[in-house]
């Protein structure tokens, strides 16, 4: 007698959500079958299932580098796509969230920097609109060159 597989309940409720079509033989199911757009929307309901499925075992893969990578649990950001083509989509989901997280990240401090930039210029423009033409002068000192041409100009020593 064979026993019930321990992940048909999950791929029945995904199969049903994904495809009008009969659920497939668990035992016989090849990534290869399914359209993409199909897997895809698998993947996003239960990437769990799917990695459990369709996994290339770490063995079979050909590429050491990516082997090493995944055997140790530590991953590049470039193995995002060797990862899915694999069948490892947390692991590369993982990638794209922190990928997406950096960027958000770096954006949200540029953002930052400029609004204190903002905040520095209006602060010297309100100062700048408050002071007198005395304190305007002191608070730009002409250079000596600056000096020697305005002598020039206006006929002046």
Request: aromatic share 6%; hydrophobic share 30%; proline share 4%.
């Amino acid at each position: 007698m064979v026993e019930k597989h321990p992940l048909l309940d999950r791929l029945c409720r995904v199969w049903l959500q994904v495809s009008n079509k009969p659920v497939p033989n668990i035992y016989n199911l090849k990534r290869s079958q399914l359209p993409i757009t199909q897997l895809e929307r698998m993947i996003k309901i239960d990437p769990e299932l799917c990695e459990a499925l369709f996994k290339t075992p770490v063995e079979k893969i050909n590429d050491g580098e990516l082997q090493s990578h995944i055997l140790d649990n530590k991953y590049w950001t470039t193995d995002e796509g060797k990862l899915r083509e694999h069948g490892y989509y947390q692991a590369a989901e993982t990638i794209r969230n922190e990928k997406i997280k950096y960027e958000q990240d770096k954006i949200n401090k540029q953002i930052e920097e400029s609004k204190q930039r903002q905040k520095v210029a209006e602060e010297r423009s309100e100062q700048w609109s408050n002071m007198s033409l005395g304190e305007r002068m002191m608070a730009e000192p002409l250079t000596q060159d600056q000096i020697l041409r305005n002598r020039e100009r206006y006929g002046v020593g």
